[in-house]
């Protein structure tokens, strides 16, 4: 398919998402305006009688004609929207501000949109510059012309594009590490919105045809994922180990950059808030907004990697039971990196907020009741930082090419087979 009837379907499919998410605000508005004027006007009826009956009636007329008429605005703005989807121009998820509306729109309701089958639903695939590479053997070649074979793969986060890793305009980690330890950067760019174990699943057969057609014969994979992005590469490894596949004896590194291993405190807050939201009549409008989100939104609760973790049967009870942790690959090392908005971790403040969405407990992979495997060691934090800093940051890169280089993977492997590890 060609550049221009891609531009045309992803700006059409913008248009018409705009129109119904747009006439669906609309219409949420409209009920909570309803509830609310419901319990005024009950309130006034007891004091005042038939006096408050006519105010009511004059005042639904009114906020029903004023929602109608702004609904049909939304549905001429969406006409004229895809009206401009026939002129020339970019392809929407290849600009970086585009990549980034849609990869928004994908952690939002991404599981939505694929099940719609919509043009704006990411299928999961390696990018450069932006646009999609195809994993045959002759465009990774042309992709990767100084292919290398130590690769570093790059998982995003929750409604994040692979553009998120030059946060803060400087080089990129794969960048920087090709200068360092000679490696080559594959970016990946998924629909975050989608369960965390089916971006697993579709990453590990991913995996299994980049180290089949690569360019040069691949003798080590290093999975680096940032928030989200790490629950997925976790899930990529128990399904490539359970499966048998074979790309799993090459990964020597997973690294986990405030990934919220034991759930996240804001997917947990609007957890709790869309249950005790839709307890009264008041308030259910409120809840049923909040209740839209994402599969993979949901699976933050408790930081959920596999498909049995996920099979609940009110998915809005407050109370969920939590979920049980695969084991990590025993054949590789497996790092990672928290960040507290306070310099001290301890700090009260700290230890309660963490990076700002993941607390130091979760990013470790350890509290009282779950323990994932990391070993104390095999992890940095990073004080005075919030959870983007570590997509791009000076220290965790200097920390990175400790670990990740030749030397460092031969002393580790030493001291995984003191610790007791098996090594492939």
């Not at 700006?11 to 129109?19: C, F, K, V």
């Not at 128990?238 to 986990?256: D, K």
């Not at 498909?307 to 609940?312: F, H, K, L, S, T």
Request: hydrophobic residues 40%; aromatic residues 4%; glycine residues 12%.
């Amino acid at each position: 398919m060609d550049l221009s009837s891609d531009r045309s379907r992803e700006i059409r499919a913008l248009a018409s998402l705009g129109r119904v998410e747009l006439s669906r605000a609309v219409s949420g508005v409209a009920g909570i305006h309803a509830s609310i004027s419901r319990g005024v006007f009950a309130g006034l009826d007891r004091a005042l009688g038939g006096w408050s009956r006519s105010a009511r009636t004059i005042h639904d007329a009114i906020s029903m004609a004023v929602y109608t008429t702004t609904a049909e605005s939304v549905e001429i703005a969406g006409g004229l929207a895809e009206l401009a989807a026939d002129t020339a121009g970019e392809v929407p998820s290849q600009t970086r501000r585009g990549a980034a509306a849609i990869g928004f729109l994908n952690g939002l309701i991404g599981d939505q949109l694929a099940d719609e089958r919509s043009p704006l639903a990411t299928e999961m695939s390696l990018r450069s510059g932006g646009v999609r590479v195809a994993t045959t053997a002759d465009d990774l070649a042309r992709a990767y012309p100084d292919a290398t074979g130590h690769i570093t793969v790059f998982l995003h986060g929750l409604m994040e594009t692979e553009y998120a890793w030059d946060f803060g305009g400087q080089a990129t980690y794969g960048a920087r590490l090709r200068a360092d330890i000679g490696s080559t950067e594959v970016l990946i760019r998924y629909n975050s919105g989608r369960h965390i174990s089916d971006n697993g699943r579709d990453l590990a057969q991913l995996l299994a045809d980049i180290v089949l057609l690569w360019p040069v014969p691949v003798t080590s994979v290093s999975l680096i994922g940032h928030s989200m992005g790490g629950l997925v590469l976790r899930s990529a490894c128990h399904t490539g180990v359970e499966s048998g596949a074979y790309w799993p004896s090459l990964v020597r590194h997973t690294v986990c950059l405030g990934t919220p291993h034991l759930g996240a405190p804001m997917a947990k807050g609007v957890h709790v808030a869309t249950a005790a939201l839709r307890a009264t009549a008041m308030t259910r409008p409120f809840g049923d907004f909040l209740g839209r989100r994402s599969d993979g939104v949901r699976d933050l609760l408790h930081g959920t990697i596999t498909a049995d973790g996920r099979n609940v049967v009110d998915r809005d009870a407050i109370r969920q039971p939590a979920v049980d942790n695969p084991p990590l690959m025993h054949t590789a090392r497996h790092l990672f990196v928290t960040a507290s908005i306070t310099h001290d971790p301890d700090h009260p403040v700290g230890r309660l907020i963490g990076d700002g969405l993941v607390r130091g407990s979760s990013g470790r992979g350890r509290d009282r009741i779950r323990h994932i495997g990391f070993h104390g060691d095999d992890g940095l934090h990073i004080g005075g930082a919030h959870h983007f800093t570590l997509l791009n940051d000076d220290e965790v890169h200097r920390w990175l090419r400790e670990r990740l280089g030749p030397q460092a993977q031969l002393t580790a492997r030493h001291a995984d087979l003191d610790r007791g590890f098996a090594v492939g």
